[in-house]
């Protein structure tokens, strides 16, 4: 198909200039060398071979189009005269007018506006929510000022009791009570001892009140006792 194309086109036309427009926007790249201004033809010396850079030679694009891509761009050059081929090389707005009738640019076209027009509709719906957005805000700095304060005393206070609560029956702590319970019912039945030999309790009293004291002692001794053991071991 190429071949027959190019092949009219090249008995067909008169031969083009050899310098490219100066007023030319297309880079160097897109005019070939600068002795040829038209698109490149099979010779009769290059065996009926394309006069074009393999894919290969060409430096990486960022953009790839596909083969069924290519062949349309094709399809709508091959029937324009080298006249048309070589305006839309110099003029650029032959060139814009024939880049946005292309399908594929109509499609790039078409996702732009669709994309844009749903960017804005979700500015919009932004916008919308702004004032509620503030009215929140404003709410969750009353909490923050009020209830919440209030709360972290509470939690504060809480806290506080759970330590209390900790501290007094840490095991330390039981020690140290049980040791000063063992002390003072010591102390007490000294106490009552020394008024039975003061003459100041008879002896019916003074049994029943000793032995219960000294009974309170050795148990509250014993809890003790374990309960070091315990620790220690």
């Known amino acids: 198909m190429f071949k027959s194309f190019w092949g009219s086109q090249e008995q067909q036309a008169q031969p083009l200039p050899q310098e490219i427009p100066t007023n030319s926007w297309y880079p160097p790249s897109l005019h070939g060398s600068p002795s040829s201004s038209r698109p490149a033809t099979p010779s009769s010396s290059s065996s009926n071979s394309f006069n074009v850079q393999r ?7 960022p953009s790839h189009i596909s083969p069924s891509e290519a062949a349309g761009i094709i399809v709508q050059l091959k029937d324009k005269s080298v006249d048309d081929l070589r305006k839309l090389l110099s003029d650029k707005d032959a060139y814009q007018q024939f880049l946005l009738s292309l399908d594929q640019v109509k499609i790039q076209n078409n996702l ?11 500015a919009r719906e932004n916008l919308e929510k702004e004032p509620r957005i503030m009215e929140l805000q404003n709410q969750c700095r009353i909490i923050r000022t009020t209830e919440l304060a209030a709360a972290q005393e509470k939690m504060h206070e809480l806290e506080r009791k759970k330590e209390e609560t900790l501290k007094f029956y840490s095991p330390a702590s039981l020690l140290h009570r049980l040791q000063e319970g063992m002390d003072k019912t010591d102390e007490e039945s000294e106490a009552l001892h020394r008024k039975l030999l003061d003459r100041e309790i008879d002896l019916g009293a003074f049994l029943p009140k000793y032995k219960k004291l000294r009974n309170t002692y050795h148990r509250r001794a014993l809890t003790h006792l374990a309960a070091k053991t315990s620790l220690i071991g």
């Open 55 to 61: 894919p290969t030679d060409r430096p990486q694009s």
């Open 112 to 122: 732009r506006d669709e994309l844009r027009k749903e960017t804005l509709q979700l």
